[in-house]
Each structure stands twice: as C-alpha cells, then as structure tokens.
C-alpha cells in the first residue's frame, strides 16, 4: 500500500507539459507496434492471396502477367497441354529462312522435358527459342562463357568477338561465347540480328521482350538451353556485357578450382531495397521479406553444368522474381541446396569504370591497349580503363 502510493505520489512530482510527454510517448510506441504487426500481417495476407490467384488462374490456364514488359503470358497459358504444332510457326521461323532445322528439336525437347511439370507462376514456364548457335559452341569446349546483352547493340557483341572472340585464344583456352537475347522491339532490328546470328553463330535468342525486367526469362532459357545442348563436364561463366576478363587466369582458375557441385562468385547478403527511386526497388507484393537469401553479385558467376542442372530444376516450385540475380542464385541455388564457394574472381576479371559500355572500350583495343593478345592483369591494370571489382 505504501508502495502503491509512493509511485502515485512520484507521478503527481512531475509537471504537466512532462506526464503529457510520457504519455504521448507510451502512445507512439504503442502505434509503432500495431503498425509493424499491421504491416506483417497485411504482406503476409498478399502473398496468400497472390499465391492463391497464381495456382487458380494456372489451373484454369487463363493466366496473364500485370507487368507490361513480361510479355509472354499467353505463349504457356496451354501449358502443360501443349501442342507443340499449334505454337511453332515454320514458315516464318527463323530456322527455316536459314535451313536451320535444330531451332524445332531443341523446342521440343524442351517442352517434353517440362510437360509433366506444374508451375506454381507461370511467368517461369519454358519459352521458345527462336535462335539457337551452332550445336559446336556448346559440344567441343570446356567453358561456356555467356554474356548479357541487349538485343540492338550489335557493336558490344562485335567488341567480344574482335577480342575474346579471336579464334587462336578461343581454342588455347578451350572456350566459346554465348550471346544471350530476347526480341527486340521493331522488325527490322530483328532482321540485323537473325542475319548476324547465321553469320556468327553465337546467338540465343528466346521469344520474350528484351527488358531489364525481363532479365530472369533471360537467365532461366540460356540455363535452360545449355542444359539441353551441353555436356555435363561444361563450366558455364556469366558475364554482363561491360565486363573485361583475364582469359588465361580463368581458366586456370577453372582447372585447379571447379571440383565441387557449388556456384563460384562473390556472395552479397543484401536486404530489399524500399526506395522507389531505385532501378532496384522492390515492393512488398514483389518481396515481402526482410532479406534476400544469400546470392551472387550479378558481373559474373561460374557453375558447373552439374550446378545448372540443379537450379533449373526447382524453378516450377518457385514464385516469379524480377531481379535475376536474387532469383537466380539466391532462390533457385537456396531451394536446390547449392552452396556458394568463396571465390576470388576479381584477381581475374574486370568491371568498367562508370559502367561503361563495350562498345567505349572497343575503341582502345583498336589502338592495341586492349587486345586478345595482351589480356592480362598487368595490361589492364596499366591502361587505366579497368579496375577491380
């Protein structure tokens, strides 16, 4: 009793402006509590509901993408009862303009493989190739390496080609390169690129808008494809296309190092970026956690075949995510079980400057700064153009 009106007495000390303080500051951390019970309830409802409507709209095959650029909503909505006949349109295809007929067999074998499948998001369903490379690219080397690259910018693909495309180191270091693209948005820049693809040979190209929000169609077909045309002793290494690399470091880093069934990589353990004046905010319909699970940073990446295969086969059970390399090599290698190996790649390959662009950097290669037979560390280093990551 005493003690109760000790405490009663003690409140009455203090003034009014202070117990009005104390008050309205028992009230904001109370509202700050509802508040983020709120918000997690409320993100955790959404995600139901979306999960929900994705599983009915793919059962009743009536599936359509909100997103704009995700433009292929309808070219699975009969999946997994595809008719492959109905889809694939020879006399306008790519293939048969330049009797290539292996753009029809690796679409099928595409679609046999996935049609006992049932994808949670449809968005991740398989896509046709409407160019394929030449089945040698896959089939005779050891490192597969692939480069990102907008579907119109033939000059940062002709940079790749005069550098690291130089057949003499190609074949010292038993490698080849993979261009990997979606449509492009005018008819007559697909035309360039179907006639620089029978030219090269080095050309994917998936039938989806080529977009930034497109990048994880992008990634999903080229894994997708490799699987299908490559042997199972083939390293693929991702590569954006403003990327320089130490070829012959590679791939000794390749021979001594690639033993075990994990990614290669520098590993980011980031949270969702909330700011909608980032290129990389995600909003909590998109992201509802509060992490991403581990992945790796985006320039580059090496992983066995192996290491592929695994992560192409979990995509049916996962839900759309439009950043590829959380996607990619945080979801799918998370959902798989594969384990990201502590790599120091940056002792080997480069990053531009400013992000700049190939084609820039083309233009010192002319004058022999950069070429296919001075790309190593020294070089680089010395010309100022590069620098480690």
Same mark, same amino acid.
């Given at each position: 009793m005493a003690i109760q009106s000790r405490s009663k007495h003690m409140w009455f000390t203090f003034s009014k402006r202070q117990r009005q303080f104390f008050a309205l500051l028992v009230v904001v951390i109370l509202a700050c509590i509802i +508040? %983020? *019970?709120?918000?997690?309830? +409320? $993100?955790r409802m959404l995600n139901n509901v979306y999960q929900w409507t994705v599983s009915q709209a793919a059962r009743r095959g009536k599936y359509n993408s909100t997103d704009g650029e995700v433009a292929h909503g309808e070219a699975f909505s009969r999946f997994p009862n595809f008719s492959y006949e109905d889809y694939y349109d020879a006399e306008n295809s790519y293939g048969q303009r330049h009797g290539r007929h292996?753009?029809?067999?690796?679409?099928l074998q595409m679609w046999q493989l996935n049609k006992e499948k049932s994808f949670f998001d449809p968005r991740l369903a398989p896509i046709n190739f409407t160019i394929v490379p030449n089945a040698s690219l896959c089939s005779e080397v050891r490192l597969v390496v692939v480069v990102h690259v907008r579907a119109e910018d033939a000059p940062s693909r002709n940079y790749w080609r005069d550098t690291y495309g130089v057949r003499d180191l190609k074949s010292q270091s038993n490698y080849s390169i993979l261009f990997s693209i979606g449509k492009p948005s005018t008819l007559s820049d697909q035309e360039k690129i179907e006639e620089e693809a029978a030219e090269c040979g080095d050309i994917l190209q998936t039938d989806y808008k080529d977009a930034y929000r497109n990048l994880t169609l992008k990634h999903l077909a080229e894994l997708r494809y490799l699987t299908m045309a490559c042997p199972k002793n083939v390293v693929v290494l991702k590569m954006d296309d403003d990327i320089a690399w130490n070829v012959q470091n590679v791939s000794t880093f390749i021979r001594n190092n690639i033993t075990s069934e994990e990614l290669y990589c520098a590993r980011l353990d980031l949270a969702p970026i909330r700011n909608n004046a980032s290129k990389w905010y995600a909003t909590m319909e998109e992201w509802s956690e509060p992490m991403y699970p581990p992945y790796c940073s985006g320039w580059c990446y090496l992983a066995p075949i192996t290491v592929v295969e695994r992560l192409i086969s979990v995509a049916h $059970?996962? #839900?759309?995510?439009?950043?590829?390399?959380v996607f990619i090599t945080g979801v799918l290698r998370k959902a798989a079980n594969v384990s990201i190996a502590k790599a120091r790649l940056n002792k080997h390959i480069y990053y531009y400057i400013g992000r700049q662009s *190939?084609? #820039? *950097? *083309?233009? +010192? $290669?002319k004058r022999? %700064?950069?070429?296919?037979? #001075?790309?190593?560390?020294? $070089?680089? %280093?010395y010309h100022g153009k590069l620098t480690y990551v």
């Open positions: +508040y %983020k *019970a709120y918000l997690h309830i +409320y $993100s292996d753009i029809q067999s690796i679409n $059970s996962q #839900r759309f995510f439009w950043i590829d390399d *190939a084609t #820039r *950097a *083309a233009k +010192y $290669s022999g %700064k950069i070429n296919a037979n #001075r790309l190593s560390n020294s $070089s680089m %280093k």
